[in-house]
C-alpha cells in the first residue's frame, strides 16, 4: 500500500492567512493526488484533482502543486468558511489511500 | 443529476454481517462509472473499501478484502456492501460514492450522505 502523511496534523490560522499543508506519498505516485475538504457532519468535498487541477465551482484561493511524492495544498487566504479538516488521497493504484487529515482551526 | 442514498442497520452485532445498499438516482448505475464505499470511524480519517464496476468487477482495499462483499443489481439501480465478523473497530459512517476519472485521475467528486454504523451487542 502507499502510505500518505500529512503535515502538520492540525494548526491554528487567522482569517486572511495564507495556509499551506504538505502530503507525502510512501513512493513516487506521479500527479495522480487530490484534495478534499470535510466540514464537521459534512461530506467531503474534492477541491484539486490530478494534483493542480481545481474542481468546477471550488473557489480559485485553493491551489495544489507537486508531482511524485511531494505535494502541497495553499489557500492564499483564509476564509471563516474554510475552517475544516483537509484531506489528500492518491489514485495511483489500489487501494485507494488517504492522508490522515489536517484540521486547521481558528487562531 | 445523480444523486446517491445509503440504507441499511444503523446497529450490528459483534462477529455478524454489515449489510449496506446505495441506491443511485438521477442516472444508470450501468454508466461508464465504479462505484465505491469508503468509511469513517468517528473522529477518524477516510478508509476506501472497495470499489465495483456494473459488469461486475471489483478492487478492494487488501486490509478488508477477506470479509468485504460489493455487488451491484442493475435491476434495481443499487450496488451493496457486506462485510462480515465485524468487531467494534468496524464502527464507522459509511459512505458510498462516485469516483470521476480525469487525465487518468481517479477522484470521489460525488458522496452519499453516509450512514453510520455501530457494532455492539
Known amino acids: 500500500d502507499i502510505q500518505m502523511t500529512q503535515s502538520p496534523s492540525s494548526l491554528s490560522a487567522s482569517v486572511g492567512d495564507r495556509v499551506t499543508i504538505t502530503c507525502r506519498a510512501s513512493q513516487s505516485i506521479s500527479s495522480y493526488l487530490n484534495w478534499y475538504q470535510q466540514k464537521p457532519g459534512k461530506v467531503p468535498k474534492v477541491l484539486i484533482y490530478?494534483?493542480?487541477s481545481l474542481q468546477s465551482g471550488v473557489p480559485s484561493r485553493f491551489s495544489g502543486s507537486g508531482s511524485g511524492t511531494d505535494f502541497t495544498l495553499t489557500i492564499s487566504s483564509l476564509q471563516p468558511e474554510d475552517f475544516a479538516t483537509y484531506y489528500c488521497?492518491?489514485?495511483?493504484?489500489?487501494?485507494?489511500?488517504f492522508g490522515q487529515g489536517t484540521k486547521v482551526e481558528i487562531k | 443529476q445523480v444523486q446517491l442514498q445509503e440504507s441499511g442497520p444503523g446497529l450490528v452485532k459483534p462477529s455478524g454481517t454489515l449489510s449496506l445498499t446505495c441506491a443511485v438516482s438521477g442516472g444508470s448505475i450501468s454508466s461508464t462509472n465504479w462505484w465505491s464505499w469508503v468509511r469513517q470511524p468517528p473522529g477518524k480519517g477516510l478508509e476506501w473499501i472497495g470499489e465495483?464496476?456494473?459488469?461486475?468487477?471489483?478492487n478492494y482495499n487488501p486490509s478488508l478484502k477477506s470479509r468485504v462483499t460489493i455487488s451491484v443489481d442493475k435491476s434495481k439501480n443499487q450496488f451493496s456492501l457486506k462485510l462480515s465478523s465485524v468487531t467494534a473497530a468496524d464502527t464507522a459512517v459509511y459512505y458510498c460514492?462516485?469516483?470521476?476519472?480525469?487525465?487518468?485521475?481517479?477522484?470521489?467528486?460525488?458522496w452519499g450522505r453516509g450512514t453510520l454504523v455501530t457494532v455492539s451487542s
Open positions: 490530478a494534483a493542480s
Open positions: 488521497q492518491q489514485s495511483y493504484s489500489i487501494p485507494r489511500t
Open positions: 465495483i464496476y456494473h459488469s461486475g468487477s471489483t
Open positions: 460514492a462516485r469516483p470521476t476519472v480525469t487525465h487518468g485521475c481517479w477522484y470521489f467528486d460525488l
